[in-house]
């Protein structure tokens, strides 16, 4: 089993719609959970950052957090053409705080 | 966010050189910076987690003695890709993380190192 695993897509979206995109990890003991976008030939830029059980909200993006499901998701609202792009769930994993990253699902927002 | 600065963006070596990546925290002291490399078309593999004044940590199947790591500010870490051969031509990115537990972790622009 991964570490961790997203959906690698595409999935696709209507401009304006609710994008979903979910991640799940293997280490329970896991403490904090990244959620990035990658244009392509581009570095990882950090959307959400989260450790607590729960949703926590920045302007269009929700991060939801389920610790006993082993389970973090993306919601990005109101979905743009620019928020096509890649995006990798990452978890900082219980012990030697490594940085994990899941293989990534890609997004496409269609006008 | 903060920002982190990784240098040069693109290098073009001969192989059985050595290239040197820099990777830079400007406005934060980073307690932990993370090397990671990425194919094409594929997700980020870690290759170390380097912390101020100790050695780094590397990853299973990642050569210590072909990827130097050094990290000796809380402002610096560099990478030295030594010996450098073809196959090692992918995109090496730094990651930089402050003091604390629940912190965030940002991202050098990558380097994108083509060995001919």
């Known amino acids: 089993q991964k570490e961790v695993e997203q959906n690698s897509g595409p999935l696709s979206v209507p401009e304006g719609a609710i994008a979903s995109l979910n991640c799940t990890y293997s280490?329970?003991?896991?403490?904090?959970f990244f959620w990035y976008r990658q244009y392509s030939g581009k570095s990882p830029e950090l959307i959400m950052f989260i450790y607590s059980n729960g949703d926590k909200e920045d302007g269009r993006f929700t991060a939801q957090l389920n610790k006993a499901s082993q389970y973090v998701s993306l919601l990005i609202r109101d979905s743009q053409p620019s928020d096509s792009a890649t995006y990798l769930c990452a978890v900082e994993g219980s012990s030697a705080s490594k940085i994990i990253f899941g293989s990534g699902t890609r997004l496409s927002i269609r006008p | 966010g903060a920002v982190v600065s990784q240098h040069p963006s693109r290098v073009i070596c001969k192989s059985g050189t050595s290239v040197k990546i820099e990777c830079r925290s400007l406005?934060?002291?980073?307690?932990?910076m993370f090397w990671y490399r990425q194919f094409p078309k594929q997700s980020l593999m870690l290759m170390a987690t380097s912390n101020e004044g100790s050695k780094a940590t590397y990853e299973q199947g990642v050569e210590k003695d072909k990827f130097l790591i050094n990290h000796a500010s809380l402002t610096l870490s560099t990478l030295t890709v030594t010996s450098a051969h073809p196959e090692d031509s992918s995109f090496y990115i730094c990651?930089?993380?402050?003091?604390?537990?629940?912190?965030?972790?940002?991202f050098g622009q990558g380097t994108r190192l083509t060995v001919v």
């Open positions: 406005d934060f002291q980073a307690t932990t």
């Open positions: 990651s930089a993380r402050g003091y604390g537990g629940n912190t965030e972790a940002f």
């Open positions: 280490d329970r003991g896991s403490q904090s």
